[in-house]
């Protein structure tokens, strides 16, 4: 019955994960930034936004509209006022389009798509001083004073700078890059060591436990980033030999405010000595081997040592695929991370490379963040054990798996600077 169980579990985060696949961009951020005769709206995402359309709509309204995305409360009123500017509205029409309608001081000229990559968007729009005509027709339409406070609460007044002065422009400009930048800053990292406590993971050759290598490795790869990202928080998911239900290193992570997921673990084989040998990362996505299957069947295991299992077998399609959403709409980037990691083990000959996969792991799913699971080696290899259970292999790995995530953060920290 417990396999069965798993089998069928195994085959709902395929589902899961095949949704992921198809995910729509997640909207993180929207900024906007008047200067003088132009203005920027920078649109911020998680993935390629396809379809964009631009159009003035008068009286000052700038309308963008994008087709298969979606958003939060959060990221649709990520906008801040400033001087130049009358109001910046966002939300979801027809479940998947986003329109964003930003009024400015002057009249919109023309509207055009600069850039569009796989994170974000940037509108340049062209400003003209308003005519007599619409500055009446402004006035006009204007609340007075007591009307506003019913009919418009948050219309800000107009505070625009006089023609020809900047300085505010410029400040606010910096205030508002230096608020997004801290939004999005990878400051909080969160090592998970695979297994623990009542669950001892794989049993090696020479007796070396799975759970013992995956916290020693995870302490000291902590250590390595603290070194090597001053100012970082790293967390672990558990400090010391004790049990950690899967769904519950998620929920730790979040509450963290973590912004990456790592799970540290150690793979093995059936039979003991056996050749398979190398490191590996896994991303959350459907496994296109029967080893990754195996792989993910053998991790997610654990949840029949778990008192509330039932809870996973209770899990309908519908429920996953909403928990595991938040996650998904990282897969590219848990991609790069994973790659970023195998590279740099990759370049010390430390073990064999054994590439990037995808599986269906369940310590995945609730991580709301880019996510990775690390397979450190085969605890069933005779050289593996060997090098896992060692103080100086385990900080060989540390050190290599910790220049991987620093490499990755650096590329990060440069997309969100150029925003």
């Known amino acids: 019955m417990p396999q069965l169980r798993l089998t069928l579990l195994l085959l709902i985060i395929s589902t899961v994960a095949a949704a992921a696949q198809s995910a729509v961009p ?19 995402f998680t993935g390629r936004v396809t379809t964009v359309v ?24 990520s906008a801040v006022v400033k001087p130049g500017l009358r109001s910046v509205r966002a939300h979801i029409e027809r479940t998947d389009v986003l329109v964003a309608n930003v009024t400015f001081t002057q009249t ?3 509207m055009t798509v600069t850039k ?67 939004r999005w800053a990878l400051n909080t990292i969160i090592i998970d060591p695979g297994h623990g406590g009542k669950d001892p ?10 759970k013992d290598v995956t ?52 793979n093995s084989m059936p039979e003991k000595p056996h050749p398979a040998s190398g490191f590996e990362c896994y991303i959350l996505r459907p496994g296109r081997s029967t080893d990754a299957a195996r792989v993910a069947l053998r991790e997610n295991s654990v949840i029949q040592l778990e008192y509330g299992q039932e809870r996973y077998a209770g899990m309908t399609t519908e429920t996953t695929i909403m928990a595991a959403m938040a996650q998904s709409a990282f897969a590219r980037f848990s991609e790069t991370l994973a790659q970023r990691i195998r590279e740099s083990v990759r370049t010390t000959d430390i073990l064999p490379d054994r590439g990037v996969h995808q599986a269906g792991f369940l310590v995945l799913v609730g991580a709301s963040m880019p996510s990775v699971l690390v397979e450190l080696g085969y ?19 540390a050190r290599s798996v910790a220049k991987g995530i620093q490499r990755y953060a650096q590329e990060y920290e440069a997309i969100i600077k150029e925003q």
Request: hydrophobic letters at 35%; proline letters at 5%.
């Open 379 to 397: 605890l069933s290899n005779e050289h593996d054990a060997e090098l896992l259970g060692s103080k100086t292999g385990q900080r060989s790995l």
């Open 215 to 266: 916290l020693a490795t995870s302490k000291k790869i902590r250590e390595e980033l603290k070194k090597l990202m001053p100012g970082v928080k790293v967390l672990l998911t558990r400090e010391d030999d004790a049990f950690v239900e899967l769904y519950q290193r998620g929920q730790i992570a979040n509450k963290a405010g973590g912004k990456l997921f790592i799970s540290i673990h150690c």
């Open 26 to 44: 997640q909207l993180r951020d929207i900024t906007v930034r008047p200067s003088g005769s132009t203005a920027t709206i920078t649109l911020l």
């Open 201 to 210: 993971g794989a049993l090696g050759i020479g007796e070396v436990k799975e």
């Open 108 to 110: 919109v000229a023309s």
């Open 54 to 77: 631009v159009e003035p709509k008068g009286n000052g309204v700038a309308q963008v509209r994008m087709k298969s995305v979606r958003a939060d409360e959060k990221a649709l009123t």
């Open 116 to 182: 569009r990559d796989s994170v974000s968007v940037v509108v340049l729009v062209k400003l003209r001083p308003n005519s007599p005509a619409s500055a009446a027709t402004t006035s006009a339409a204007k609340p007075t004073k007591k009307e506003s406070s019913k009919t418009a609460p948050d219309e800000p007044p107009d505070t625009s700078p006089k023609a020809g002065n900047t300085d505010n422009n410029t400040a606010d400009n910096r205030t508002d890059n230096a608020l997004s930048r801290k």
